[in-house]
């Protein structure tokens, strides 16, 4: 069985989406109207009034099954019911929907985020990892056709907004874009330095960073986007290269971070050395004595703040350039990093 699902700020666009189709049959719920999207947002959006601080009030899911197999709509409306109990949504307002536009037997669910028994809203923690636990469990209690999980899938398919934003734009989406470039590329190579060095010349940053003691995240940073390795799949983790791409990396997680650490330091050292036409001809380093009058003599002694003889002032500029440079990437990241913080602090809400 497949699952997906979302949260909301407002019930009524949701409950508009899945109630205002040809095909769409309501098979359950505990509201007092099940077919009328702005009873249902009235009441949803009552249930959540005590609480202030939940923003995002509406949990909308929807569960399909594989074709050819199809479900009655009591049988659905159990299945909806018991996942719902499952996620922590036990008590508040839903209703069940079910759809037949597609060749997937499919049915939505629409349903408040704060639980009027506790007096709280439901927690939104690690949502993923709790529907397709709920799911495995379904398909096993109705006997149901396996599914493999999302997170066992070497590469993770397309979500619906790709495919309509190729659809309406004609332009490919960057996560699948991504996800070619990178089984291109792990073909090409044998160990991770020749793969980090590949990305970087396909204008892919490579980030990591420890998780815990035996774990190190990977984070794609391609066309202005940040993909963590497991949005992409499970074989673009650290243990996904080396297991599916055969791909060399330390197995330690500590020989992982010290590698990484080495190459940002080679990489600052490659920056900061000057390169080849960048450094004078030794004939030409010393201006000839003269006409040295750059320089002074010992009757006019030298300013305090002035290059000692032998300095290239293009050097010292062009290294100040560089830690300029360096700064400026720095706060850049710094300033994504905190983005990046604070819409994960929104998902979990």
Known sequence: MLVKHTKRKDPLGVAQYVLNRSEAQVIGGNLICLDN????????????????RLQYTTYHASLAIAPPAQLSDDGWFLIASDYLDKMGYTHLPYVVV??????????????????????????GDWDHYKAEAAARELEVEYGLPLTVSSWYKERKPPTVGMIRHERDTGQPAVKPELQDLIDDLSGQVDSLDQFADR???????????????????LTYHFKGLYFSASQLGR??????LRQFRG?????????????WEGRQRGQESAQVEPGPA??????????????????PTPAQPASQNQEPPGVDPSLKELEVQQ????KDEDRKRKAQQRRQKQRNRQMEL
């Open 98 to 123: 079910r759809h037949t536009d597609t060749d997937h037997d499919h049915v939505h669910i629409v349903a408040g985020r704060f639980d009027l028994d506790k007096g709280k809203r439901v927690p």
């Open 235 to 240: 074989a673009y983790t650290l243990n996904g």
């Open 199 to 217: 990305l970087e010349e396909a204008g892919v940053e490579l980030m990591l960073k420890p998780i815990n003691e035996t774990t190190v995240g």
């Open 37 to 52: 999207p702005y009873t249902i947002a009235r009441e949803i959006r009552h249930s959540c009034a005590a609480s202030r």
């Open 323 to 326: 830690r300029q440079v360096q």
């Open 247 to 259: 791909i060399e990396s330390p197995q330690d997680s500590a020989a992982v971070m010290d590698w």
């Open 278 to 295: 960048q450094v004078q001809d030794e004939d030409h380093s010393q201006p000839e004595p003269e006409l040295a009058t750059e320089f």
